[in-house]
């Protein structure tokens, strides 16, 4: 049974910091694109950032130089640091494991509530 945990979200003031956990299990960690994607509400789930197998990292526009994606293959783990965090930073955050073979490995998180005060 494949699950994906996330932790670490809560309420922080402008310009302050949260780091992001998620925890896998089930799955073969090592081979799967790891990423971050959030939701607002009222609008649609987007990506954040994204690190592949190999250590290869995307970030969205809105979050590049603000955010750091990392993985610990020995942990089964991705994080999200999220630095000088905006009101418009506040979603839920969800974590995602990819890989294709012959068919896709799409498996989700539960989700974890990022607010960012004013």
């Known amino acids: 049974q494949v699950q994906l945990v996330e932790s670490g979200g809560g309420l922080v003031q402008a310009g302050g910091s949260l780091r992001l956990s998620c925890a896998a299990s089930?799955?073969?960690?090592?081979?799967?694109?790891m990423a971050w994607y959030r939701q607002a509400p009222g609008k649609q789930r987007e990506l954040v950032a994204r690190i592949s197998s190999g250590g290869n990292i995307n970030y969205a526009d809105s979050v590049n130089g603000r955010y750091t994606i990392s993985r610990d293959n020995a942990k089964k783990s991705v994080y999200l640091q999220m630095n000088s965090l905006k009101p418009e930073d506040t979603a839920v955050y969800y974590c995602?494991?990819?890989?294709?073979?012959?068919?896709?490995?799409?498996?989700w998180g539960q989700g974890t509530q990022v607010t960012v005060s004013s």
């Open positions: 089930g799955i073969n960690f090592r081979m799967y694109t």
């Open positions: 995602n494991a990819k890989y294709l073979t012959a068919a896709l490995n799409d498996y």
